[in-house]
Each structure stands twice: as structure tokens, then as C-alpha cells.
């Protein structure tokens, strides 16, 4: 979880390789007009992101199994959603970093509909997690393999 940019995707991915398990990139359960209102440099609002957190937490429920999916769950509130929806043990792997570290990634990637303008209004809305949280959060101002083997020793023994 994290803003756009911190490395929801490409770190999922590596992390859910490295453990094993399927990985779902959120982003790709957004409805189309949430995809439009963002390319266009609008930031949604908590109506446009309730059937998208349906389907996030949705995927909970499938076919079980170890899962990681890339979802921002900004807010308290959405990660609450996700869990209730879930119906069982969602842990939150907060990509924590500095807005300069985020922006020149944003900046690099290509091909995304996320753009740069919107950085500052994901960071307004973030709600780091809270120690009653179950969470982990890391610095990801490093390479994604540190990241990646920083997130399986403190995931270790937890079912993900």
C-alpha cells in the first residue's frame, strides 16, 4: 500500500514471486471512468473508489492461497473496507518515502495513467497505518531487492 509511484507493482511482484504467492496489481480493477477522471489529472473521490475497493477486496475471497495485491488504501477507512470485505487476515505492507524519491520514479515510468499532478493529493490523503494496524511498513528509498528481502524477513511466519 502506498502512494501512487512508491513501487506497489513492481515491488508486489517481486515480493509475491520471492514468497510464492499470486500477485494482483489493483490498478487493474479500477472501473474505466476511475482510470479517465485520473489520466485527466482529477483525484477520486471516496464514491469513485467504493466499487474499486469492492473488487479489491473481492479478490480476497477467491481462491485462496497466498496473495498480494497492489492497492493504495490511502485512508484508515479503505484498509478497514478491504479487511471487513476480506473476511479474514489482510496484512499492509506500507512502501514509505519521501515525496522527492516518489516524483522522480513517477517521472521515469512510462506508460502509466497516473500522473505526476496528483502526487500531492495521494500524499494529503495518506493515513500512514497505526500500531493497531496489522502492517509493516518500509523505507523505500533503496533497491527493490533490499526492499524485497527486508518484507520477507519481517513477513516471516505471518499468513499472507
Same mark, same amino acid.
Given at each position: 500500500? &502506498?502512494?501512487? &509511484?512508491?513501487?506497489?507493482? $513492481? ?7 520471492? +514468497? ?14 476511475? @482510470? /479517465?477522471?485520473? /489520466? ?13 475497493? $469492492?473488487? @479489491?477486496?473481492?479478490? #480476497?475471497?477467491?481462491?485462496?492461497? /497466498?496473495?498480494?495485491? !497492489? ?13 471487513? !470485505?476480506?473476511? &479474514?487476515?489482510?496484512? #499492509?505492507?506500507?512502501?514509505? &518515502?519521501?515525496?522527492? @524519491? +516518489?516524483?522522480?520514479?513517477?517521472? /521515469?515510468?512510462? %506508460?502509466? #495513467? ?6 500531492? $493529493? ?8 497505526? $500500531? %493497531? ?10 533497491? +527493490?531487492?533490499? +526492499?524485497?528481502?527486508?518484507? @520477507? ?8
Amino acid at each position: 500500500m &502506498g502512494v501512487s &509511484g512508491c513501487g506497489k507493482t $513492481s515491488i508486489g511482484m517481486a515480493f509475491a514471486s520471492e +514468497i510464492g504467492a499470486r500477485f494482483i496489481d489493483g490498478d487493474d480493477l479500477h472501473p474505466a471512468a476511475n @482510470v /479517465a477522471k485520473m /489520466a485527466r489529472g482529477e483525484p477520486l473521490n471516496d464514491d469513485d473508489r467504493a466499487p474499486w475497493l $469492492s473488487q @479489491v477486496a473481492a479478490q #480476497f475471497c477467491q481462491d485462496g492461497g /497466498a496473495l498480494v495485491i !497492489g492497492c493504495s488504501a490511502l485512508r484508515r477507512k479503505y484498509r478497514n473496507w478491504l479487511r471487513e !470485505g476480506a473476511g &479474514g487476515q489482510v496484512v #499492509f505492507l506500507h512502501l514509505a &518515502g519521501t515525496r522527492a @524519491v +516518489i516524483a522522480e520514479r513517477m517521472q /521515469a515510468r512510462q %506508460d502509466h #495513467f497516473m500522473p505526476l499532478s496528483l502526487l500531492d $493529493s495521494q500524499f494529503a490523503a495518506l493515513e500512514p497505518p497505526q $500500531s %493497531d494496524e496489522l502492517s509493516i511498513t518500509v523505507n523505500i528509498d533503496q533497491d +527493490i531487492a533490499a +526492499i524485497v528481502a527486508e518484507l @520477507v524477513r519481517k513477513t516471516e511466519g505471518m499468513q499472507i
